[in-house]
């Protein structure tokens, strides 16, 4: 056999096995490039699915619950409590707390709605709770006003309610001796001057630096009290809350919460 011929066939064996060589170094390098494929595949799809899906607005309905009155609230309050009951108990699983994404499960559109459920009604509930129990509603009637005063000043009424029995009554704002009050007129019923009036009973120099400690120690705790403004006759609103029902009450039961009624009604 020529050498020529010799070498030639050499060299063809040599390329062919560098040739098989490289094809089989290439094969997983192509099912790694398949793979990195289908799983850029699945996430456009999985991002497309979450782009179509709305989810609740919690800021802007949160918003909008401070703002509802008492009555929704107390709606809401139920509710919310009834969802949050269902997501911690058998419907856990579609929240899929084990994951910090819910990309990480194959039902990602669930997991991230009832997520996003979750926090609204973790949300909505918590304000209908503190508003509810927090916010003190207005009211012109002596009993509803010591009732209201039992959330900040619990164990306060029965003693309000005794007091006023036999100082001012449990009907309408009174003076001294039982006459009903019937507007600001100075030189006739006297308001302004250091008078005596109300369901408790109140002069209004007592009155006026007790009530503003009730007030800064509402505020304090958190407890959010209504706008008392003056009767339809009108006067200076800085008797407001002397002749309110809901102030007079505020005011007592803070004297007697805090000890601090040891004197003026000679108990």
Known sequence: MRPFVVISAFLLLLLTGVAVASTQKDVPAKFEVQQATQHAKKVKVVREAQAKLVLPNIAALVKQEWKADRKTLAIQQRKSAKVLAFFNGQ????????????????????????????????????????????????????????????????????????????????????????????????????????????????????????????QADLKRRGFLIPPISMPPEGGPSKYAGWLSPLGQALTAGYMRYYGKDACHWCL
Not at 105 to 113: A, I, K
Not at 141 to 157: F, H, K, M, N
Not at 194 to 212: I, N
């Open 91 to 214: 419907g856990k699983w579609l929240r899929a707390t084990r994951h910090d994404k819910c990309w990480e499960v194959p039902w990602v559109r669930s997991c991230r709605m009832a997520r996003a459920t979750y926090r609204l009604h973790t949300a909505l509930g918590r304000v209908a709770t503190r508003r509810l129990m927090y916010e003190l509603p207005t009211t012109n009637d002596w009993q509803t006003a010591v009732r209201i005063a039992q959330r900040p000043y619990p164990g306060t009424s029965s003693w309000m309610l005794s007091i006023s029995d036999r100082e001012g009554g449990w009907s309408t704002w009174v003076w001294y001796g039982g006459r009903p009050w019937s507007g600001y007129h100075i030189g006739n019923d006297f308001l302004g001057a250091d008078t005596v009036g109300g369901w408790m009973q109140f002069r209004y120099s007592t009155f006026a630096p007790y009530w503003r400690a009730a």
